[in-house]
């Protein structure tokens, strides 16, 4: 398998991954009952969710920016803070544990999205990706970046409907890069 292959894969499973865990096998998925228990839903889902890092750290090794660099140090930051917010939010510990999770969530998913956002503008300054692409990456993760660092963790949960397309949309469009990734010209071939 080619590294570009390995690269693409990555971006699909950070796309889809998280997605598919949470709505299949979670507690609240398609079954009525899930197949997992929230504990290990989260945990599968963090598994998951490393392969962000992952495959934007493969595309830095293609081409050196700035940008990518200080982006790919922000979102190994906030996802770290993310899924220590989930590990306690899933230990189900008190209702104070719970309160503490929440309270790092929203911090530590913004500050990844953040990232993915920098990185973005990193790849808009570089030949890796389409510039279409790149930008629909950027303003993607600026806008989930924007939701969930300026609304206090009240309105967040008032505002719960909006997470979930902005979460889509992001993942939508690490698929995409995936696919570019593996397939540069079909997918170019299929755009046109």
Same mark, same amino acid.
């Not at 080619?2 to 499973?13: A, E, Q, Y």
């Not at 998280?18 to 299949?24: F, G, K, N, P």
């Not at 979670?26 to 889902?45: C, R, V």
């Given at each position: !398998?080619?590294?570009?292959? $390995?690269?693409?894969?990555? /971006? +699909?499973? =950070? @796309? #889809?991954?998280? %997605?598919? *865990?949470?709505?299949?096998?979670?507690?609240?998925?398609?079954?009525?009952?899930?197949?997992?228990?929230?504990?290990?839903?989260?945990?599968?889902?963090?598994?998951?969710?490393?392969?962000?890092?992952?495959?934007? !750290?493969?595309?830095?090794? $293609?081409?050196?920016?700035? /940008? +990518?660099? =200080? @982006? #790919?140090?922000? %979102?190994? *930051?906030?996802?770290?803070?993310?899924?220590?917010?989930?590990?306690?939010?899933?230990?189900?510990?008190?209702?104070?544990?719970?309160?503490?999770?929440?309270?790092?969530?929203?911090?530590?998913?913004?500050?990844?999205?953040?990232?993915?956002?920098?990185?973005?503008?990193?790849?808009?300054?570089?030949? #890796?990706?389409?510039?279409?692409?790149?930008?629909?990456?950027?303003?993607?993760?600026?806008?989930?970046?924007?939701?969930?660092?300026?609304?206090?963790?009240?309105?967040?949960?008032?505002?719960?409907?909006?997470?979930?397309?902005?979460?889509?949309?992001?993942?939508?469009?690490?698929?995409?890069?995936?696919?570019?990734?593996?397939?540069?010209?079909?997918?170019?071939?299929?755009?046109?």
């Amino acid at each position: !398998m080619t590294d570009k292959m $390995v690269n693409g894969i990555l /971006f +699909i499973i =950070a @796309g #889809l991954g998280s %997605i598919a *865990v949470y709505v299949i096998l979670g507690p609240e998925g398609i079954s009525t009952s899930g197949i997992l228990d929230q504990g290990h839903t989260e945990k599968i889902a963090a598994y998951t969710l490393l392969t962000i890092p992952l495959a934007f !750290m493969m595309t830095r090794n $293609v081409e050196r920016n700035t /940008f +990518i660099d =200080a @982006g #790919l140090l922000i %979102i190994v *930051v906030g996802l770290s803070m993310g899924l220590v917010s989930d590990a306690i939010n899933s230990a189900e510990l008190s209702a104070e544990s719970d309160a503490i999770g929440e309270a790092i969530a929203w911090t530590g998913w913004s500050s990844m999205y953040l990232g993915i956002f920098i990185t973005g503008i990193g790849y808009l300054r570089t030949n #890796l990706f389409p510039k279409w692409l790149s930008g629909l990456l950027s303003v993607a993760s600026f806008a989930m970046f924007a939701f969930l660092a300026i609304l206090s963790g009240e309105q967040l949960l008032n505002n719960q409907d909006i997470v979930p397309p902005l979460w889509m949309l992001n993942s939508l469009v690490l698929v995409i890069l995936g696919i570019f990734t593996m397939r540069p010209k079909w997918l170019s071939g299929l755009l046109k």
